[in-house]
Every structure is written in C-alpha cells, then in structure tokens.
Nanobody, 123 residues
Framework: QVQLVESGGGLVQAGGSLRLACAASGRSFVGYTVGWFRQAPGKEREFVARINWSGYSTSYADSMKGRFTISRDNTKSTVYLQMNSLKPEDTAVYYC????????????????WGQGTQVTVSS
C-alpha cells in the first residue's frame, strides 16, 4: 500500500503561482509513475501531468504545457507540481495518484490516490 497526501493548495490571484506537493508513505515510492489530476465542480476528473519513476519522463495536458512543471524527489518520496500563470479556470481540487503502469493515462489506471487539495484562483 502507498499512502499519498497532497499539500500546498490555497487561494491565489490570477497570474500567481502555487507549488503542490504529494508526499508518499508506506511501501517504496520508487517504481511508481505519479500523476496529478484535477476536478472542478460539476466536471469530470481531468489529467494534468505525470512523471515516471526516475523523473526523466514527463507528460502534460495541452492546457498546462508551459505553465505547470512536475518533478519528483525520490529521496523525500515527494512529487511536486509547480503551477505558474494561474487562471481562474485552473480552480479545482487537485489530486495526486500513483500507478505501477509505465504510461498510465486514464484515472482508472492509477492504483493509489490522495485526498486532494483545493486550488482557487481569483480573477
């Protein structure tokens, strides 16, 4: 079992930045691909970004490219999501998730989920 806990969410003005963290505990974090998803009220859960176990391979949703950066520190069992140039439409609950699959895309390919952290971007 892997337990994931997100932190770093909050209220920020449009154009601002936040850095989310996903801390893992339990069995070894190494070997898992970690993804970030978000869900706004009334909308489906949406893929944001993912990073492979080594940190050398990353992928982003088109609307996040150039604004968000995913990274990981396996020595701290933590994955980060740096979010810059935030927009009101980025407002959502952000979740991190872990998967043993090498290139997981859909939410159901992820085996472990955190409880989420709220990000609110005001205009």
């Amino acid at each position: 079992q892997v337990q994931l806990v997100e932190s770093g969410g909050g209220l920020v003005q449009a154009g601002g930045s936040l850095r989310l963290a996903c801390a893992a505990s339990g069995r070894s974090f190494v070997g898992y691909t970690v993804g970030w998803f978000r869900q706004a009220p009334g909308k489906e859960r949406e893929f944001v970004a993912r990073i492979n176990w080594s940190g050398y391979s990353t992928s982003y949703a088109d609307s996040m490219k150039g604004r968000f950066t995913i990274s990981r520190d396996n020595t701290k069992s933590t994955v980060y999501l740096q979010m810059n140039s935030l927009k009101p439409e980025d407002t959502a609950v952000y979740y991190c998730a872990a998967s043993v699959a090498p290139i997981p895309t859909a939410p159901d390919e992820y085996h472990y989920w955190g409880q989420g952290t709220q990000v609110t971007v005001s205009s």
